[in-house]
């Protein structure tokens, strides 16, 4: 598909769902470990942003239109999860029995302390906006049918649009919410921030021309572009058009959020805050949310840590203490709050290929010797081995 612009043709959901079929197929129906838990897209948010606004440095590494490119990935990624959560229900559901579900990749955005109200103010706006544009962007129409409120007034008519039926397919089409967590940060409005709402009378101009477009036109095609309707459609404005055009050279843009982590925080070897206070404000905020059917799943948490050869691997107390800090606000989240989380999963059990940075980065369980292929248990593999045969964790 790539040669037919990949996650950018409307074409490529139809393609997946016939791969998902088959993966139904060949992997639910199996006598022994057959598949219960299904992940239709891991990370969606990397495959868009990041394979469509970083500069050509991840895969599929698009450089040519990042203001409209990261959103029209996403939108087909999310309509072919739908199609392949719908063909699982119709085709596979009551034989099979499992799950299926998304990943999202959500750390934890906090507004940077500020003593000034009105810096606190648009630095607490700050962080919600980064939620939005990166867990609510997904989450948002797979649990309430549409794209969360400050995207559509910030992306304007760049973001596209669901039709009637896409909302009711994406609306509930997951059996459980998984999370990968591995971060906070902290957010401020930068300096070069622009209220998009702030010239109001041009904006409202364009939204009274688009909407006199409407009774003419007055629909969406599959792709969320306006097209022209026929026959009774024209006097029914389906699927109005509200959206004014703005400016913008892509996502980071949009968002507009400066991003630090606090002095005190540690970083790993991928330079990521550790703040493990972070996972359970996260776990509270898609509960308080979305209130997840088949509960919150972490899919994803771990550390990367440098290591200088197998003897040097194999003593990563540090990896070991940030999954028990970060195991032990998991465990404040279900005990104190009430958070449903159903399971947890550290990222990863063999130190493995980090997008770009290659064998580099170091997130391991086991240490993996790269000539030979020989896998070495490191100290955090033996401490969670023992945190999961004992199904306890020790908190003090």
Not at 120 to 127: M, W
Not at 179 to 208: I, M
Request: proline share 4%.
């Amino acid at each position: 598909m790539l040669e037919e612009d990949g996650w950018l043709n409307a074409k490529v959901a139809d393609h997946f769902v016939k791969y998902a079929k088959l993966c139904f197929s060949a992997f639910g129906d199996r006598r022994v470990l057959a598949v219960k838990h299904w992940i239709t897209f891991n990370e969606p948010w990397c495959a868009a942003v990041l394979g469509h606004d970083s500069g050509g440095q991840h895969a599929p590494g698009r450089t040519v239109d990042p203001s409209r490119e990261v959103y029209r990935a996403a939108h087909h990624m999310l309509l072919a999860h739908s199609k392949a959560y719908d063909v699982y229900q119709r085709l596979f559901k009551r034989k099979q029995r499992g799950k299926v579900g998304i990943a999202l990749n959500g750390d934890w955005y906090e507004p940077k302390p500020a003593t000034d109200p009105e810096e606190a103010r648009r630095n607490k706006l700050a962080a919600e906006r980064a939620r939005e544009f990166t867990v609510g962007w997904f989450a948002r129409p797979l649990y309430q049918g549409d794209y969360p409120a400050v995207m559509r007034e910030r992306v304007g008519n760049r973001l596209p649009r669901f039709t009637r039926e896409q909302r009711e397919t994406l609306k509930g089409s997951c059996d459980f919410f998984g999370l990968n967590h591995y971060s906070s940060h902290l957010c401020e409005q930068p300096t070069w921030f622009k209220d998009v709402g702030a010239s109001k009378d041009g904006r409202n101009t364009l939204v009274r021309v688009a909407n006199q477009l409407v009774a003419a036109m007055g629909r969406t095609d599959s792709q969320g572009e306006l097209v022209a309707a026929e026959g009774p459609e024209a006097d029914t404005k389906k699927e109005a058009f509200h959206d004014p055009y703005i400016e913008s050279t892509g996502y980071w843009q949009d968002v507009s959020v400066d991003q630090s982590d606090d002095a005190a925080w540690k970083t790993t070897d991928m330079g990521w805050g550790v703040h493990p206070e972070g996972i359970r404000k996260m776990l509270n905020w898609v509960q308080d949310e979305f209130s997840p059917r088949g509960g919150i799943i972490i899919t994803e948490n771990g550390a990367a840590i440098p290591e200088d050869g197998v003897d040097d691997a194999v003593k990563d107390v540090e990896r070991a203490v940030y999954l028990k800090r970060y195991l032990t606000e998991v465990h404040k989240a279900i005990l104190n709050d009430d958070v449903d989380v159903r399971g947890y999963f550290v990222w990863s059990l063999l130190d493995n290929f980090e997008w770009g940075y290659g064998f580099t980065k170091k997130f391991g369980l086991h240490h993996v010797d790269l000539d030979t292929l020989e896998r070495v248990p490191k100290l955090s593999a033996r401490w969670y081995a023992e945190v999961t045969r004992r199904n306890r964790l020790d908190m003090a």
